[in-house]
């Protein structure tokens, strides 16, 4: 990951540490549902441009370390990610959209977001 990028104007290094969890923390990523995010996650990743160098998908949480074009929000990228897989998610498994505490989200609201740096060996 020590490398950089080039897209037609720039030349950057913009490598993030993200971290992001299920509604309650509920332990629900697991099997064929874990299967279904982890191959979403570098799906859409690459559909944007990303590299995921690491992806790490638990039962309760989801670790990520990818490589982001400049042109591209995070926070725009996150509200995609999560939206689109929860859509999914609730299409593929509608027994899902019945359990009493999630209605109609998925994901919890927030994420949490780390610039790499010096720090990347680490990380991964």
Not at 17 to 37: D, G, N, T
Not at 74 to 87: D, E, N, V, Y
């Amino acid at each position: 990951m020590t490398k950089y990028r080039k897209l037609s104007h720039v030349v950057f290094k913009c490598d993030y540490h993200i971290v992001w969890v299920p509604k309650f923390r509920f332990r629900i990523l697991k099997s064929a549902i874990k299967e279904l995010v982890a191959h979403d996650i570098m799906m859409l990743y690459e559909w944007k441009g990303c590299i995921v160098e690491q992806l790490n998908v638990q039962e309760d949480h989801v670790h990520l370390l990818v490589s982001v074009p400049p042109k591209i929000s995070i926070s725009q990228l996150m509200g995609t990610l999560k939206g689109k897989i929860a859509i999914k998610l609730f299409k593929s498994y509608p027994k899902l959209k019945k359990k009493p505490y999630w209605g109609n989200r998925f994901w919890a609201r927030g994420y949490f977001v780390n610039t790499v740096g010096l720090d990347e060996e680490m990380i991964k």
